[in-house]
């Protein structure tokens, strides 16, 4: 049995959504950031960058989503291309993803929510870098139904977990009627409604 530590974070659902898509079972560990349990010493021997998703699969202790989405799709040969452009088009978006997308979003948050000191150009910055980064896959999207391409993949997936929770960065997609079709089309999807409930059973009630 697969075990996935994780909370209700962007990238923690990531690993739920893909596993629901790709029908297969695991458990559903709750690590509470809020409460700084990634920094225990018994997670951090689990993945001594004290960060979530980690997932477990037999002798297999994997972190970074985006590795695991890689290899959770390779394990069952679904939601990634074998080979050829329409591969190199998942890779693409989930680089994008990694290396713009998620750290402005997760930036932008940060420095509007969590900062102990307001940093108006840290703010500006990265806000302006999130809006950037939304409009561009904005016009990916005016392309194709997918980011990859005319199917779904995990560099969906990847995507979308900033997107879900992208209140925590203040972003509006409301004038991007492509990624607000697409947000909503992936919102829609029963696995993903199945991964959402999941993983915000973890955060504890008030």
Do not use: C
């Not at 659902?13 to 079972?25: F, H, R």
């Not at 199945?194 to 059973?201: G, K, L, M, P, Q």
């Amino acid at each position: 049995m697969i075990k996935v530590y994780a909370f209700a974070t962007p990238n923690s659902v990531k690993v739920p959504i893909a596993l629901e898509e790709l029908g297969l079972d695991y458990t559903l560990h709750g690590i509470n950031v809020r409460k700084g349990e990634q920094k225990a010493p018994d997670f951090v021997t689990l993945n001594p960058n004290a960060k979530v998703p980690v997932l477990v699969d037999g002798d297999l202790v994997l972190t970074e989503s985006a590795a695991i989405l890689v290899y959770l799709a390779e394990k069952t040969g679904k939601l990634l291309p074998a080979s050829g452009e329409g591969r190199a088009r998942v890779f693409e978006q989930l680089f994008f993803h990694a290396s713009g997308l998620g750290p402005a979003f997760g930036q932008a948050g940060f420095f509007k929510k969590q900062a102990a000191e307001q940093q108006p150009l840290a703010i500006a910055r990265f806000a302006a870098e999130a809006a950037r980064t939304a409009g561009v896959l904005d016009a990916v999207l005016a392309r194709r139904a997918f980011v990859a391409g005319d199917d779904v993949s995990i560099a969906d997936i990847a995507h979308f977990g900033w997107l879900w929770r992208r209140g925590f960065a203040e972003v509006d997609i409301a004038g991007l009627p492509n990624l607000s079709r697409w947000v909503a089309q992936i919102e829609a999807r029963p696995a993903v409604v199945r991964a959402i409930a999941r993983v915000e059973a973890l955060v504890p009630v008030a």
